[in-house]
């Protein structure tokens, strides 16, 4: 049944010219949902938490294109990687290009938007935070900020630069996560919150996607994370929970190994290769530092991993060979021929290969570091699937390893490849 408004919509529609239909088609004012309006007051960031499918990106691409309409930039546009910015930021069904009319629309030239007025973005991946030295900006838009891998680098290192302007200005549009960044700007009085839900945005959804989809994990905590757009601090059937993780400082492990999970391939779009350092102290553990790495080049890893072995003064390299076997030993050795290798080979689930360390944190035997966010947020993350945040838990792998071989396998002398 068609609504009244629809009704009246189409009236209006039917009794205007050709150009008078498209000025009406790009009036965000009126097309717009409150929630999706910039909020009232003098803000420095607008932090908008919404479900999938809830309207967040034409948010963030209207919010851009009303600051360049009113001439304020140059403005960042910043996404997980530069591929995501373009394809979804920008060039995405509700991207910065596709908000404009033809008249006003901006130009892409490599990683730079320039609009017919002059004004100009940048298109950054928070995955390279060093890449924003140097830049100035007048506003940002940051989408997906619960996925960024390395968030509180990227962010902080971004707030350096927005230094243009009467009034910096940066929009954060999420599906939250319970990260170490999300909870802070929830913490910031300087941070004006907006939430929406995927059913509030029913009028521009596929009737399927409502049925099949919304239908399916209404009420569950899935569904009340990735559509309701509520922070779940912790998954309530996770192997870990946030107050598992003691801090420690000033220990002497009595032997320290370095695990590395490698990826299948070392290609841009390939997963991370886990990197994880950790020393056996008494009965326990201490994870001691996070050398994840991506891009992970077999020989980039190799190195990373062999220079936190001299630097940590380790006993072995652990690495899994299921997906290299042999290949993956002779990777390290190119590097450095003398480090010793453990080499292990999965024959269990992720789930099952976590589950006994993880119930030697319930026991309070394995302790971290300070500074190990990206690592706890995806242990938090992990969830039955064998995946954290939809992401492959190469971290997770890593540290799995690592105290597996510390805390649960025999104290027997290891040889190489055994």
């Known amino acids: 049944m068609t609504s009244s408004r629809t009704a009246e919509t189409l009236a209006e529609v039917a009794a205007k010219s050709d ?31 919404g479900g999938r499918g809830s309207g967040k990106t034409r948010a963030g691409a209207e919010w851009v294109r009303s600051l360049a309409a009113r001439k304020i930039g140059p ?10 910015a373009i394809s979804i930021m920008v060039r995405g069904e509700s991207g910065i290009l596709n908000v404009h009319s033809d008249k006003e629309r901006p130009v892409l030239k ?36 619960a996925k960024w891998p390395r968030a509180e680098e990227a962010w902080d290192m971004l707030q350096f630069g927005l230094r243009l302007g009467d009034r910096p200005q940066q929009l954060a549009t999420t599906t939250p996560k319970p990260t170490r960044l999300l909870r802070r700007l929830l913490g910031d009085p300087e941070t004006m919150v907006t939430r929406m839900a995927t059913a509030e945005n029913r ?22 994370q990735e559509l309701d757009g509520e922070l779940i601090e912790d998954l309530p059937d996770a192997l870990w929970q946030r107050h598992m993780f003691a ?34 102290v008494g009965d326990g553990a201490v994870i001691l530092e996070d050398r994840t790495l991506k891009p992970a080049a077999p020989l980039a890893w190799a190195r990373r991993a062999v220079e936190a072995f001299h630097a940590h003064k380790a006993d072995a390299i652990v690495v899994e060979v299921n997906q290299g076997g042999d290949l993956v030993q002779s990777v390290i050795e190119q590097i450095d021929v003398n480090v010793p290798v453990r080499a292990v080979r999965a024959t269990r689930s992720k789930w099952l290969r976590a589950e006994p360390v993880a119930a030697l944190y319930g026991r309070g035997l394995v302790r971290h570091v300070a500074g190990l ?9 992990f969830g039955a699937d064998g995946k954290s945040g939809g ?28």
């Open 203 to 224: 009028a521009q959804l596929a009737p399927q996607f409502l049925d099949a989809i919304v239908g399916r994990y209404r009420g569950s905590v899935l569904g009340r």
């Open 391 to 418: 992401h492959s838990p190469d971290r997770v792998d890593a540290l799995v390893w690592a105290v597996t071989e510390l805390l649960l396998e025999d104290a027997r002398p290891r040889v190489r490849g055994t």
């Open 247 to 280: 801090p420690v400082t000033g220990v002497v492990p009595e032997r320290i190994v370095v695990a590395v999970d490698p990826p299948v391939t070392g290609t841009a779009k390939s997963d991370a290769c886990g990197i994880i350092v950790a020393g056996r």
């Open 110 to 145: 490599g990683q730079r938007l320039i609009w017919p007025n002059g004004v100009e973005a940048s298109i950054l991946s928070a995955s390279d935070p060093d890449r924003f030295r140097g830049p100035q900006f007048a506003a940002a838009w940051c989408d997906e900020i």
């Open 75 to 84: 403005i960042a546009l910043v996404a997980e990687t530069m591929t995501e």
């Open 19 to 49: 150009d008078e239909v498209e000025q009406h088609y790009y009036e965000w004012d009126y097309w717009a949902l409150d929630k999706q309006r910039p909020p009232d007051g003098d803000w420095t960031t607008w932090l908008l938490l």
């Open 373 to 381: 966010t990206a690592l706890e947020d995806e242990m938090c993350g």
